[in-house]
Structures are given as structure tokens and as C-alpha cells.
T-cell receptor, first 116, second 112 residues
Framework: NAGVMQNPRHLVRRRGQEARLRCSPMKGHSHVYWYRQLPEEGLKFMVYLQKENIIDESGMPKERFSAEFPKEGPSILRIQQVVRGDSAAYFC??????????????FGQGTRLTVV | QQQVKQSPQSLIVQKGGISIINCAYENTAFDYFPWYQQFPGKGPALLIAIRPDVSEKKEGRFTISFNKSAKQFSLHIMDSQPGDSATYFCAAASGGSYIPTFGRGTSLIVHP
């Protein structure tokens, strides 16, 4: 059973370009969470999605950022018109259900975005 | 406002020593407290977790101590090994939601 797969592992974009980060959850998992990690900081929650639905996007910046989890295919985190401050590691996690506080979510290895 | 405060930011321990990382939280609705271990270039992995109905949980060399009245919890790593060198994050979640709030992390280095 493959773990959470994120790609690409590393992504370099010039300022103003679009970045697309992909996340394939573990088999049987229907819940996906995106986090952002800045150097020497913890993980900041961005968005929680189920298939075809955004459940909680309270951590998403209001502009330039969007996320989707279509019925078929991976979850996508899209960042439009990237700026240097978007440089960070972006992690995806998945779980089989919204846990009763004890359902572990498994993290992918992350995508490290560098904006030059 | 940081809801989960973690200290120290970095920790150096000799092999065989005890590593202690502390966390404090504000939100009394939190009812699930996991610890994550992250190696460089990897995603965080759940290490051990506790609920507030117990004051201590032990798994191998790793122990969580929980003080509900003080709203504090800590991770103890006994007989620390060089392979334990990693970044450790405490977290807290509430209301049946998985979505935890993370501390800023502690970089642990265990010298051989």
C-alpha cells in the first residue's frame, strides 16, 4: 500500500508563474489536508478537502491560492502569480475519515517550492 | 496568537541521555495531543499521541506526560540515540477534527 504521494518533490518557479502541487492520498483515504512549512517554523494548516468538496479553507490565503480534490485524480494545490514569500515546503496528508481525534493522517514527503 | 507553544527550539543531548521537549496550549477544547517526528527531507510521521483522560503514555523509549490543569504536555525520550536526531513537533486538535495545530518544532541532535 503506497503512502501519500506528492509530486513534484522540488519545484522552481519564477516570480509571476503558476505552481501546481499534486497529492495522491493513500488508497482508501478520502480526506486530504494541505499544510505549509516555512524554515524553522511548524506546519501551518491551509485547507481540508474531501472528494469534490472543500471542508475547511480557513488557513488558505484569500488570493492566488486554490485547492481542489476532484472525483478522479489527485488533489491539486494551485498558487498563481507566485512571489518569493511563497517559497516553502508544502505537505499533504490524508486520512480515511475525519478522525474522532484519533484517526491518524499520513503525511507525504512534501513539495519544496522555490520562487526565484 | 500561537495556540501551541513549544520549547526548546533546539536541543543537544549525549547518547544515552534523556531528551525532554515541552509544549503548552491555550485552547481548553483541545482533546488530542500527538507528537510528530520529522527527518530532513521527509514528511512528519506520527510518533505517539495522548488524550487528556490519562496523565502519561509510554511507547518504548518515548513517553508523553500530560498535565491538564496546567495545559502542558511533554515528550521524554529515554536513552536517546543518534538515530533520534530529528525535528519533533507537538500538536493539538479538538472536536473530532483531525486538523491539528502544530508547535514550531524542536531540533534534536543526539551526539554519539
Amino acid at each position: 500500500n503506497a503512502g501519500v504521494m506528492q509530486n513534484p518533490r522540488h519545484l522552481v518557479r519564477r516570480r509571476g508563474q503558476e505552481a501546481r502541487l499534486r497529492c495522491s492520498p493513500m488508497k482508501g483515504h478520502s480526506h486530504v489536508y494541505w499544510y505549509r512549512q516555512l524554515p524553522e517554523e511548524g506546519l501551518k494548516f491551509m485547507v481540508y478537502l474531501q472528494k469534490e468538496n472543500i471542508i475547511d479553507e480557513s488557513g488558505m490565503p484569500k488570493e492566488r491560492f486554490s485547492a481542489e480534490f476532484p472525483k478522479e485524480g489527485p488533489s491539486i494545490l494551485r498558487i498563481q502569480q507566485v512571489v518569493r514569500g511563497d517559497s516553502a515546503a508544502y505537505f499533504c496528508a490524508s486520512s480515511p475519515e475525519q478522525g474522532a481525534g484519533n484517526t491518524e493522517a499520513f503525511f507525504g514527503q512534501g513539495t519544496r517550492l522555490t520562487v526565484v | 496568537q500561537q495556540q501551541v507553544k513549544q520549547s526548546p527550539q533546539s536541543l543537544i543531548v549525549q547518547k544515552g541521555g534523556i531528551s525532554i521537549i515541552n509544549c503548552a496550549y491555550e485552547n481548553t477544547a483541545f482533546d488530542y495531543f500527538p507528537w510528530y517526528q520529522q527527518f530532513p527531507g521527509k514528511g512528519p510521521a506520527l510518533l505517539i499521541a495522548i488524550r487528556p483522560d490519562v496523565s502519561e503514555k509510554k511507547e518504548g523509549r518515548f513517553t508523553i506526560s500530560f498535565n491538564k490543569s496546567a495545559k502542558q504536555f511533554s515528550l521524554h525520550i529515554m536513552d536517546s540515540q543518534p538515530g533520534d536526531s530529528a525535528t519533533y513537533f507537538c500538536a493539538a486538535a479538538s472536536g473530532g477534527s483531525y486538523i491539528p495545530t502544530f508547535g514550531r518544532g524542536t531540533s534534536l541532535i543526539v551526539h554519539p
